[in-house]
């Protein structure tokens, strides 16, 4: 059943921008996905990409914050095996999550032109 569902698209553009502040990429994205976005061909893509599915987990997972802040670092979408984005959470998120009856999240994400699109799913 889908318990939470969000979408978001961001300008590439303007995240390359963004990303000229090292600041901003570590109030965002994990070492991991750091360490992840500096072996892709176009870092920037990647980066836009993960910041849209960040965003609509922001989304997604509001009706389960409690009135906790959502922290972007609470989100972590690395790669699988496959190539298709995978999507971890800390311990502090997972309980929020587990009391609400969320047991799967799930994220696609698509670059197009100046574009980044995510849609992000809570079953």
Known sequence: MILGLGIDQVTISTV??????????????TEAEKELASQQGNP??????????KQAFKKCLAPFMNDKEFNYKMIEILKKEDGMPAVYVGDELAELLKAAGVEEL??????????????ALAQ
């Open 16 to 29: 390359e921008q963004f990303l000229k502040n090292p600041k901003y990429a570590d109030d965002i994205f």
């Open 44 to 53: 920037v893509d990647f980066f836009a990409a993960r910041f849209a599915a």
């Open 106 to 119: 799930q994220v696609s994400t698509t670059t197009e032109g100046d574009n980044a699109t995510a849609i």
